[in-house]
Nanobody, 125 residues
Framework: VQLQASGGGLVQAGGSLRLSCAASGRTGSRYVMGWFRQAPGKEREFVALFTWSGSRTYYADSVKGRFTISRDNAKTTVFLQMNSLKPEDTAVYYC???????????????????WGKGTQVTVSS
């Protein structure tokens, strides 16, 4: 599975950005697509995920109500719509894919086998 993330940039607090993650290769109903982020000096943290099979979504509490994860109809790209951005959302954002994950493992980065290159999101105050 190859993943390519794009869409990062610089935005003022309160603004919006949409990240995209294009997936190619062997994907399917066993896969979970996730977004993680890593700020300088901090560990990589879970942001949101989308289950390929049941189209279920999960969010970190810090982004719930502001971020929305979705998939295009062709089922090749996952989006992360980020609204009401805050300076604390500043980080490098990564998309990831994992196969056969169980719910208790969804939020742990080490459980994802495939990663795209990060895209920088900077929110100015």
């Amino acid at each position: 599975v190859q993943l390519q993330a794009s869409g990062g940039g610089l935005v003022q607090a309160g603004g919006s950005l949409r990240l995209s993650c294009a997936a190619s290769g062997r994907t399917g109903s066993r896969y979970v697509m996730g977004w993680f982020r890593q700020a300088p000096g901090k560990e990589r943290e879970f942001v949101a995920l989308f289950t390929w099979s049941g189209s279920r979504t999960y969010y970190a509490d810090s982004v719930k109500g502001r971020f929305t994860i979705s998939r295009d109809n062709a089922k090749t790209t996952v989006f992360l719509q980020m609204n009401s951005l805050k300076p604390e959302d500043t980080a490098v954002y990564y998309c990831a894919a994992g196969a056969g994950l169980i719910m208790s493992s969804y939020r742990t980065a080490d459980n994802y086998a495939y990663w795209g290159k990060g895209t920088q999101v900077t929110v100015s105050s």
